[in-house]
């Protein structure tokens, strides 16, 4: 059995070295198309989140609406969206937008909501504007709270974005679709792995980041 | 002029069935620390957030040297106002400096002067210079209250708001915090509307008292008035004030005088002689008013007595 696996992953080592330039370039692939998806879900999610935070309205529609999205696999989205998009690299993209999106929203909306009363208080109560009081309070405090959100859909999406490779987007995914194709479990490897380390590291680096911006306990 | 003006105001949160603030009319003046009195959901807080309109009456108006409020672009009258409230509510994430320098921030003073500001205000509410970096979760309760009295005085502000700022604070500390009020009231004197429902604390720092009972004013009084006569049993059983005589009563004069020095113009003063009670001193204060009474060894002055000295006998806080 350990043997065996041992073996393999020998295999997906030379398959590897063999292969350098395809799988970088997958890798950048990968990176990029989860980058995509991620930046756009934040661009969109976090404006939306401080937005359902403050009206009952935009909470009510959006928060049902994103709830009901989480309940559709990402592969399922997928192929919805083929028939519209084709068998693209946009594709790709707005599925995993799509799969990015819920845990940044959620968070982001929690994050406003539970923004302590009294410092926000403080804030009107010594003449800041709402903009002033979204810029220099409300949003560093929300931070923290926001980047778990982030890290959470960075994970999805960095793990689903093999799915890619069954439009023809390239990434990672490129070597599992391979893999399952010529029943190869070393060119599977070639991408479970990495994706693996990468989701491990950005993981990290963002748990990082988040323990730099939040404010100071003690 | 008075600092504060309020005209008829009153104020009905929506859905509920009875005012939370009832037709008040009330003047506070310039330079004095003015307390709002009374039991929880009395609507202390609804009306002191109507001065700086975190909320807005339903009907009436309220004035700030004269002028209407409503007048004035709500950020900008919100800057001129001191604001601290019971939870302090001290950015987390900006150093003690940063907090303090929030309204000299927005009010556009350049870095240096308001780095000077910064260090005086650290002088003034006797905290140490180098909690200038340091973060509020890093101070204790009562540190953190100095902080947010710095900040509220940052922009040198006529009008204070204080919403029971020593409310969550150890008695000992929230002692030495009033006492420092009142230093730097003698300083600095500012106008400051204040809120408690802690009948020693108003005792203590009020130049008037004012008693709100469900949203009405029962009765607007120094507290020595406000002790000699209650104005219904309301004011008398929520000041206690049977009880705090009664014990005035206990005290004599030489336990409490001051040995008589210059500034004391003895010609019309009311005189008492040596053993005299001090329920007897607190009712020559109320008739005709004086603050001062003069005690007398075998008809010489000695030594005098102001209602400063009544205050800080333990009695009044029973
Ligand atoms: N935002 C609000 N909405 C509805 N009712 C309120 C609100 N704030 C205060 N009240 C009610 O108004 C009354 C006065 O409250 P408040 O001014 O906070 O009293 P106090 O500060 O004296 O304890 C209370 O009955 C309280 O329940
Ligand atoms: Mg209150």
């Given amino acids: 059995m350990v043997d065996t696996l041992i073996h393999t992953l020998w295999q997906s080592y030379l398959y590897f070295l063999n292969r350098q330039t395809e799988f970088w370039g997958a890798v950048v692939d990968h990176l990029i198309l989860a980058g995509i998806a991620i930046g756009l879900a934040i661009l969109v999610c976090v404006p939306l989140g401080i937005w359902t935070s403050k009206s009952r309205f935009a909470s ?52 406003f ?94 748990a990082l980041l988040q323990k730099t911006l939040q404010p100071i306990k003690t | 002029m008075a600092a504060i003006q309020f005209v008829n105001v009153s104020k ?99 870095r240096q002067r308001i780095n000077q500001r910064v260090n005086e205000l650290l002088d003034l509410v006797h905290l140490p210079l180098d909690f200038r970096n340091r973060y509020p979760a890093q101070l204790s309760g009562g540190q953190q209250q100095r902080v947010g009295l ?8 006529e009008v204070m708001l204080m919403d029971e700022p020593f409310g969550a604070i150890d008695a000992i500390t929230r002692e030495s915090l009033q006492d420092q009020l009142l230093e730097l009231q003698r300083r600095l004197k500012k106008t400051i509307l204040f809120v408690t429902h802690d009948v020693e604390e108003a005792l203590k720092l009020a130049d008037e008292i004012i008693v709100l009972d469900k949203g009405r004013l029962v009765q607007k009084d120094t507290p020595c008035n406000l002790l ?22 206990l005290v004599r004069v030489e336990t409490v005088m001051k040995p008589l020095d210059s500034t004391i113009h003895s010609n ?28 007398c060894q075998e008809g010489n002055p000695i030594g005098y007595i102001t209602f400063e000295e009544l205050r800080k006998v333990g009695c009044l806080s029973a």
């Fill in chain 2, 228 to 249: 000699a006569n209650p104005a219904g049993d309301f004011v008398r059983q929520l000041l206690n004030t049977d009880d705090r005589i009664r014990q005035l009563s």
């Fill in chain 1, 113 to 206: 909501r539970t923004l302590e009363p009294a410092i926000i208080e403080a804030a009107r109560g010594m003449g800041m504007s709402a903009f002033q009081r979204l810029i220099k309070v409300e949003f560093p405090l929300a931070i923290p709270v926001i980047l778990t959100g982030v890290r959470i859909s960075a994970v999805d999406v960095i793990a689903s974005a093999t799915l890619a490779a069954f439009v023809g987007s390239g990434g990672l995914g490129i070597y599992i679709t391979r893999g399952f194709a010529l029943y190869d479990y070393s060119i599977l490897f070639v991408g479970a792995i990495p994706v693996a380390l990468i989701t491990l590291a950005v993981e990290g680096l963002l």
């Fill in chain 2, 12 to 110: 009905q949160y929506p859905g509920t069935t009875a005012p939370a603030v009832d037709n008040i009319t009330l003047e506070i003046p310039e330079g004095s620390i003015v307390v709002l009195l009374g039991p929880s959901g009395c609507g202390k807080t609804t009306l002191l957030k109507m001065v700086n309109r975190l909320h807005e009456p339903t009907s009436g108006k309220i004035l700030l040297d004269g002028v209407d409020i409503q007048s004035i672009p709500v950020n900008q009258l919100r800057r001129n106002i001191g604001y601290v409230i019971q939870q302090v509510g001290l950015f987390p994430h900006l150093s003690i400096a940063k907090n303090i320098a929030v309204v000299p921030d927005l009010l556009g003073w350049d």
């Fill in chain 1, 60 to 111: 009510l529609t959006l928060m049902n609406l994103v709830n009901g999205l989480r309940v559709i696999p990402s592969l399922a989205v997928l192929f919805l969206i083929i028939p519209y998009l084709g068998l693209t690299s946009t594709s790709a993209i707005v599925a995993l937008t799509i799969l990015a999106m819920p845990p940044v929203l959620i968070n982001t909306d929690a994050a």
């Fill in chain 2, 268 to 295: 019309r003063l009311p005189r008492v002689p040596l053993g005299t009670d001090l329920k007897r001193v607190l009712s020559l204060m109320l008739s005709p008013a004086s603050d001062t009474v003069l005690v």
């Fill in chain 2, 150 to 157: 710095a900040r509220a005085l940052a922009a040198d502000p």
